[in-house]
């Protein structure tokens, strides 16, 4: 038996922790480590919500370490650096987002894709470098590796920034590395929900043409008025969906829950990209014939949509 997490390492830390899967956050008291020579410690200030939050303290993927404390949108100001930290200072306005460790020698951690690291290290329920675990943002300090922490711009308000630490960057990246940035294309956003709206917010801000696809017709004023967005489609509604196809350059999914995706594909123009950015817990069906074959079946419309909710998945 390892020691109890009060007691691994010096600094006291105080949180908000599931023990198990009824994910109920309740008080916990833990420790994170010393500040190492290239650690940024710093004071919590923000940490957002995000839905893979809500699936890890449930377990619902399956890999899940208790006690847990979750948030990987965390955002403050720092209070110590180590002696060979070289990119920040105490009281410099700081994020951590979803990873705070990899092995930073093989081939995705050398051309800056450490996500991609078959040793990366999660923010969150995930074994650090010195065999503890990594707790998250629900608390009230944090210590990083240098390599994983970012400088949040002077006059940027801290609460807003922490959700673009995994909301943001889940959809700004697609749009950027798929080439659906540049003005005068179109494309879809599915679900309005926390990735949704950042999506929508993004896509307009590079001059692209937004269509919001949802289940919800209710939410068609936000997406036009509040956000943005030029168009919206209600997902259910088959002449809707049917007047749309073929128009989209590219959609991004963000819809946590179980959805077909064959009516979203006839919604792309041939060569379109369809990118899914939410993480149902279930495998979603696509019938592949359908798809190599650029055909669709009559009765498309119909799949149950079931309901995207508000999400917010990495």
Known sequence: MGQAPEQEHPKNAFGWAAKDTSGVLSPFHFSRRATGEKDVTFKVTHCGICHSDLHMIKNEWGNTIYPIVPGHEIVGVVT??????????????????????????????????????????????????????????????????????????????????????????????????????????????????????????????????????????????EAIERLGADSFLVSRDQDEMQAAMGTMDGIIDTVSAVHPLMPLIGLLKSQGKLVLVGAPEKPLELPAFSLLMGEEEDSWWQHDWGDEGDSRDD
């Open 80 to 221: 110590e650096v180590g002696s060979k930290v070289s990119k920040f200072k105490v009281g410099d306005k700081v994020g951590v987002g979803c990873m705070v460790g990899s092995c930073r020698s093989c081939d995705s951690c050398a051309i800056d894709l450490e996500n991609y690291c078959p040793k990366v290290i999660m923010t969150y329920a995930n074994k650090y470098h010195d065999g503890t675990i990594t707790y998250g943002g629900y608390s009230d300090i944090m210590v990083a590796d240098e390599h994983f922490v970012v400088r949040i711009p002077e006059g940027t308000p801290l609460d807003a920034t922490a959700p673009l630490l995994c909301a943001g960057i889940t959809v700004y990246s697609p749009l950027r590395f798929y080439g659906l940035d540049k003005p005068g294309m179109h494309v879809g956003v599915v679900g309005l929900g926390g990735l949704g709206h950042v999506a929508v917010k993004f896509a307009k801000a590079m001059g692209v043409k937004v269509t919001v696809i949802s289940t919800s017709p209710s939410k068609k004023s």
